[in-house]
Each structure stands twice: as C-alpha cells, then as structure tokens.
C-alpha cells in the first residue's frame, strides 16, 4: 500500500482511475455507497446546520447537493453502542453493546455482510473502536489501534484483519484519507459495486490538531452558547453533579503542557510545571511528546508554547484556579470562558482538517467518474455538547448529546438543497442503504428505511405517523458520574426517565421544545402539561415493548465495569 502518496502519483493515479472507472461506474446499475463518520462532530459545528462557529464548505457541499436531516438522532449516545446500532440496525439491548466496556459479536447480522454476499467490495479504514477488531465484517479493513482503540492523531498505530499491526508517521484525518483513495485505486474490485466506511478519530478527545491548523483559530473568540452557564434548576442533582463541565476541564482537555525552555520566562514556567505534576499529568505529558517526532514537536511549541505560558500563569489567579465543591457562579465565569475558548479553538481546528479531507474524497469521486453512481454520506457517531448546558461531553438525551449530523447525496435520487424534519436514527442507516442497493432488510432489524423521503415518496408527515416517536437509552451508569436513562421524543415533547436515580424511584424530565428548545425547564410536575404527560408515558411504554427492551435493564446492580476490570480484560 502507498501510505504516502506524493503530488506526482496522486496525479497518475487520478488519470489513470478517470478513463478505467468512468466506463465501469457506467456500466454498474446499483451505486456505490461511500460512508464518511466522524466522532463527536457537533450539529452546531457545521455551516450546514450553524453557520457562526465556522466554515465546512466540503460538508455542506454533501447536504447542498442532496438532504440533510434536523432530525437524526443516536439510539446510545456512547462511541461503541452507536457504531453497533449503525452496523446491526438494532437497540443496544438487541445488538449487545450496551456501553463502551461491552463486547462486540462479529456473528451477528450487519448490513456490511449482506451488501458483500450480494456482490459489493465492502472496506473500512479508519476507527472502528469496537472490540475485538474486524475479522470478517468487511472484504477489508485496516482500523485504529491502540488507546483503548480510539488510535492516536498523530503517527497512529493501525492493525488489519490478520491482526498485524504497523505505526504510520503522519497525522491521523489525513492518513486514514490517503487509506481510503488507496484503496479504491489500488484493490476495489472494479467489476463490483463498492461499500466504503471512511472513519476518522477527530474530533474526539484529546483534540489535536495537525501542524498547519494548530494555530488557525488560536487569536479568535468564539460565542459564548446561551447555557454555558446553566443553574440546572428544575431538573434531577444529576445535571449538576456530572463530570462533564468546561469548569473542570483539565490541562490535557486544552493541550496546555508545559512550554519548551526556549527563554528564560519559559524555562522557569517548564520546571515548575513539572515539578507540579502528580503522576497521571506527568504520564500524559510524557505521552504525547514521546509520541511526537522532532518536527512535530517543534510546531507544537511554536503554535503553543505563548498561550500554554499564559495559561501557567493565569492558574495562579484564584479567579482562574479551579475551587472544588460548591462555587458560586461568579466565581467560576473567568474559568469556564477561558477554558471554553481553549476548547473550542482544538475542537474547530480539528473539524476543518476534517472539512478538507471530505473535500478531497469528494474532488476524487469528480475526477475519477464515480461521483453519478455514488451515494456519499457524511455523519458522526453523535453530536456533542460544545458548551451548552457548560458541558463538553455527550451521553444525554437532551439534544446536543442526542442528535447527529447526516447528510446524503446521491446524483439523480435525490434533490439538492432537501432538509427533511422526519425523525431518523442510526439504526436505520442500514436498512436505508440496503433499500438504496435493491436488498430487504431482516425482518430482526428495528430500523427502518427513510429513503421514500429522500426521494420524496413519503412525506415528513407520513413518516411521523409510521413513528410518532424516537425512542433512546443510555446505559453506561456512573460513567462520567450520568446516570442510566431512557426516554422517548415527539415533534415536540420529550420525556427522560433518569430510572436509577432516587435509589430506584427515579426522576422524570418533561420539555416542551417548542417553548423551551434549550431545555432549561423540566414541567413534568406542572399541571398544564398533564395530558402531554400522561400521553409521553403512553409512548414510552408502546416503544419499550415494541423494541422489547427487558425488564431487568431497570433494576440494579447495573453492570458497568470499572477501568481495573477493562484492564483486565483488556479493553
């Protein structure tokens, strides 16, 4: 495989994938399906869905030029259990990742191995997270390894389907790109039609950048989100108490290490800082610069060397030093603004390498002539909370850590500039793309197949009758200090049950989304929204036997391991 594909190969290999495949796309009656997902990409941080954090024009071509949905959303707002659901088109509960301790079966029915038993080269490149890794899910693969299987962004280490595993200098959007167009240059089977899974890392914690975007946003000011500083009135001690806080965000979060000793001031700040650090600070400094070459390192220090010294300095400041306990708004403000900004101008670097490397798979399927018979999809995992509520964080059901991004295109199927409001899931991506190849979906997936809407068959208000409601369930208890809960949304109401709190009793959270799109203020105990209670409930009772979650999720113990037991068997 050509890791590194030089200017000069690129070019011949374009030229030469033009004429060969021009005559082969022609020729294919069913579509290739080129599935691009990220993690933790944010709603908000595409120009698609919100054009004031920053540009994704790449992106926003895909949703352009075919639908983008306001209304997609995770059955398990968690990295494993909704890349299962992707795959099987199920629950967690039915498929078997509850959470990211849990197992992956690879005998299961996923929509990857029908696609390829009826004719299609199917690959994956890039983060698959599951565990174990891919064996015989796809023709191809090659994921990330290492991190707990999240891999590394810079010269991360992959392993294939025979278990070899091999590091690659280089950063980690980008290589997993270079994979990707290697891929279909060098070992598509040409006579097939394709399935290729592009999945990339970013923007997923800890956030780096590559070098040429380290400091692109590092003067900017973002704004700040209306809840940044939210007084979780109304709602269950969970809110408040969750480890999810920009507050609390440590120096990892920001990428804030101490400085190289390049003068005086900075050679004073590097000593003591580490002569500060316990020693989990000092094993992740020392991880990330051992993982750096020298020239990597160097553009680290230049990009970040002056804000990590006035970061230094700025926590000796009580107004800017975290205080544990309980503290009183105005005293975290100066804290939770500047670790917001800090936050922000990693996590929007990281979405613009992103940005760039769609726009140059989709420049491939122009040059190449597959982009007609092509569907593209872009979507991340989830969505993500990006400061709202003060959190940066996923796992609840309320909508930033709820949604995800999807957007389609597919030449001649669907009309450009769509925005369906039909409400979707990830578990029936699947049965969406099987519909789009001529295939049924198994009858035991609970997903279903919205591609009548995108081809304007169904309309939103038809697909709303055939489901009325979303039905979501968080399982990972303790994780992040979130508690277990489940609930269902309307077009206009949602109702969580947060069953595991209260020692069992539990605590109920009803939104009117209409009045209250932030969801600021729980009227579940308001007396107007009596009828809309009783209804919600009716709902969620209707879809928990329809999906046929057991009994025994809602009562503890609630099986969460612990990171000792992970260890110990290796996850």
Known sequence: MNIKRSTLSKGIGLLLASSAMTSVAAEQERP?????????????????????????????????????????????????????????GKHSHKNGVLDNSSR?????????????????????????????????????????NGAGGQGTYYNPEFIDQEGKTQVIEGYSTDLITDMSLDWLEESWEEDKPFLLKVQYKAPHTPRRPPARHMDTFMDHNFPIPDTLFDDYKTRGEHAENAWMQLYGMTPVGINAFPPA??????????????????????????????????????????????????????????????RWGDVPRDLKVARTEYMYQRFMRDYMATVLTIDENVGRILDYLDESGLAENTIVVYSSDQSFFIGEHGWAEKRYMYEEGFKMPFMIRWPGQIAPEQRPQAMIQNMDF???????????????????????????????????????????????????????????RSDRYKLIDFYSQNKGEGFLELYDLVTDPNEVNNVYESPEYKDVREMMHKELDRVRAEYEVPDDVFTPPYPYMTRKERKELGL
């Open 430 to 488: 699947g049965p969406t793309f099987l519909d789009a190849v001529g295939l049924k979906a198994p009858e035991e997936m609970q997903g279903l197949s919205f591609l009548d809407v995108l081809t304007g068959k169904v309309s939103d208000k038809e697909w709303e009758e055939k489901r009325p409601v979303v039905y979501y369930h968080y399982y990972m208890e303790g994780a992040h200090n979130v508690p277990r809960h489940d609930g269902v």
């Open 104 to 144: 992956w079966n690879p005998n299961q029915v996923i929509f990857p191995k029908i696609m390829e038993e009826d004719g299609y080269d199917t690959a994956l490149i890039g983060k698959w997270h599951m565990h174990p890794t891919p064996v015989k899910e796809f023709g191809y693969s090659l994921v990330l």
């Open 261 to 322: 000793p390049t003068t005086p001031e900075k050679a004073r700040v590097r000593e003591e800082w580490i002569n500060s650090m316990d020693g989990d600070q000092r094993w992740h400094f020392d991880q990330w610069m051992n993982r750096l070459t020298d020239e990597q390192k160097a553009a680290f220090h230049e990009a970040y060397d002056d804000a990590n010294v006035d970061y230094w300095e700025k926590m000796k400041d009580p107004m800017y030093k975290r």
């Open 32 to 88: 290739n399906i080129l599935f691009i997902f990220s993690d933790d990409h944010a709603n908000q941080a595409i120009s698609a869905y919100n054009p004031t954090l920053g540009q994704t024009p790449n992106i926003d071509r895909i949703a352009n030029e075919g639908a983008i949905f306001e209304r997609a959303y995770v059955t398990n707002s968690i990295c494993q259990p909704s890349r299962a659901s992707v795959m099987t």
